[in-house]
């Protein structure tokens, strides 16, 4: 994510190499629904210059007005799409874009640094913070360990979990 | 060739145990464990483990659509980095 003066921008896809002799594109889509990146209107390049009309054709397969041969389509390979954050329809109740977290300050209740929010991942089994440390903590997604998300002061305050450990040896 | 269903799901014995203790604390502990090949059982529903990849411990939620399914599973042991473009994630 880029943040210039008040204006953030999202990276939500890169264009790819041209696709037959007629201005079509392949597209790499960043977005959750990969078809979503047509639906935030214009977008725009990494230096926020140009405006960078889609019409997806498949969900790897675009239009890009003003673009109708493929020299002008190859001219664009690996531009980098962005759409401005306030393109982004709100969130619900409790849930929030990963542009977003990552970031933020983590601190304790008592005020005590843990570092910044490197990402946010999820492997099915729920989402978890990175926190950059050091050391690099990995705290769950969850009301209990992360109380509070400031997002106009940029922090959230974690509590972590203790951590219980149960090797093998303990079998014996 | 599946598991021979008279055998019943695999899962560690002292990992067992140890569910039964963090259940009975009813505090939100990470219960971490390398134990990547035990099967997800009924009982560990609502703990969160933190399940060794070779490196970190990642934490795993467990839910009731987990039953049945490894731990290992929810533990990948190749790193993937993508973009954050449009996702979200809800706080649970």
């Known amino acids: ?29 960043f977005t959750a629904e ?20 889609l019409t997806l054709l498949a969900p790897d397969l675009a239009r890009i007005e003003g673009v109708a041969d493929r020299d002008a389509a190859q001219a664009l390979t690996g531009t ?15 849930e929030y874009y990963l542009s977003d977290l990552i970031g933020l ?11 910044e929010v490197r990402a946010v991942e999820d492997h099915g089994a729920g989402p978890f913070l990175v926190l950059a440390g050091p050391p690099e903590r990995l705290v769950p997604f969850t ?3 992360v109380p509070v998300v400031d997002l106009p002061a940029r922090r959230l305050v974690v509590a972590p979990p203790e951590e219980i450990l149960v090797r093998p040896e303990a079998e014996a | 060739m599946p598991r021979s269903v008279w055998k019943g799901p695999f899962v560690d014995g002292y990992l067992l145990n140890k569910a039964e203790v963090a ?33 970190k411990f990642i934490p795993v939620q467990v839910s009731e659509n987990m039953v049945g399914h490894k731990f290992g599973e929810f533990s990948p042991t190749r790193t993937f980095t993508g973009h954050s473009g449009d996702k979200k994630a809800k706080r649970g």
Not at chain 1, 89 to 94: I, L, V
Not at chain 1, 105 to 115: I, K, Q, R, Y
Not at chain 2, 26 to 46: A, E, H, Y
């Open chain 1, 105 to 115: 300050a983590a601190v304790t209740a008592a005020g005590a640094s843990l570092g």
């Open chain 2, 23 to 55: 259940r009975a604390s009813s505090r939100n502990d990470i219960i971490k464990i390398w134990t990547r090949r035990s099967t997800i059982l009924p009982q560990f529903v609502g703990l969160t483990f933190g399940v060794y990849n070779g490196k």
């Open chain 1, 143 to 145: 009301r209990a360990a």
């Open chain 1, 1 to 29: 994510m880029e943040r210039a003066g008040e204006e953030q921008r999202i990276l939500v896809g890169e264009i790819g190499r041209p696709h037959g002799v007629r201005g079509l594109v392949k597209l790499r889509s």
């Open chain 1, 34 to 53: 990969p078809g979503a990146i047509a639906g935030y209107g214009p977008l725009t390049d990494a230096t926020g210059t140009r405006r960078i009309a």
């Open chain 1, 80 to 94: 980098q799409l962005y759409v401005a954050r306030a393109a982004l329809p709100p969130p619900e109740e409790d």
